[in-house]
């Protein structure tokens, strides 16, 4: 099943929130860093984008999306957001 844009940006405010909570609850940095990089490969495997762009071409944007992707994994592995 392939999620939509819209269902995809809830479901990854969803997990950055959990894991702000988390980290906030528990005390623990990993946590928040965690769910950015989660949200950044749900991205790369799964690049969506809002219907209402049809100017760009398909390939082009599945190529951007999966390099902003692969820029949270990397922000969320490499920074310290809680520090």
Known sequence: MRLTFRTQIIVTMILVIVGFISSLWFNKDMYYNLAWVFTGLIFFINPVYPKNITSLEKERAKKGIRIAG????FIGLTNGFGV
Request: aromatic share 0%; net charge neutral; proline share 0%.
């Open 70 to 73: 692969m820029i949270l994994v």
